[in-house]
């Protein structure tokens, strides 16, 4: 009787292991599922909003732009410059030697190949974040003609490019589209 007890103690300590396994596994498996179910959730929330997301870009119909002028429009929080310029903005944008600008960058690579009469810039000054004046006729625009920032005398030029004053870079250029001859979508 004595070996039918051994032989019975053995065989339950290899199920109590099983057992055992088997615990583990689901216990494992389900603290997976509840974790997942938990952390789903909290990651979805962080997406933005549908209304964010409506934000994202911008239309603009740019008809009533007048040559010379420019407007502000609003995207994703900031101020957007859109200025139609005229042959003569252009051609001191282009004439600029890339070797006088503290920030070098031709004035192509900051216009849309074929619409180099559009210039639209993130209207923040590169300094301090303040805004600069000289998106409509009667702002100051600096001794380039382009921007002027009152707060601290940084001046861009017709291409938006730091040329005096304490930016350290130039105004930035957004993502942007022309969608037809007529309208553009930044973002």
């Known amino acids: 009787m004595a070996e039918s007890t051994a032989a019975h103690a053995a065989h ?35 997406n933005p909003a549908r209304d964010v997301l409506a934000l994202s870009s911008v239309e603009l119909d740019i008809t009533k732009i007048e040559l010379g002028t420019g407007i502000t429009v609003m995207w994703r929080g900031k101020p957007i410059f859109v200025r139609h310029r005229t042959p003569e903005e252009i051609k001191e944008a282009v004439s600029v030697k890339l070797s006088e600008l503290p920030d070098p960058q031709a004035d192509a690579a900051r216009v849309k190949t074929g619409h180099n009469e559009w210039l639209i810039l993130v209207g923040i000054c ?10 409509r006729p009667t702002d100051v625009r600096g001794e380039y003609g382009g921007w002027f920032c009152p707060c601290h005398g940084s001046q861009y030029d017709t291409s938006g490019r730091i040329r005096k004053g304490p930016a350290p870079a130039n105004l930035d250029v957004p993502p942007y589209e022309f969608m037809t001859e007529t309208k553009i979508k930044i973002g």
């Open 126 to 135: 590169t300094h301090l974040g303040c805004i600069p004046t000289g998106n």
């Open 12 to 46: 339950d300590g290899h199920a109590d292991e099983s057992k055992r396994d088997f615990l583990k596994l689901v216990a494992g498996a389900g603290a997976a599922i509840g974790t997942g179910a938990i952390a789903w959730p909290l990651i979805s929330s962080m």
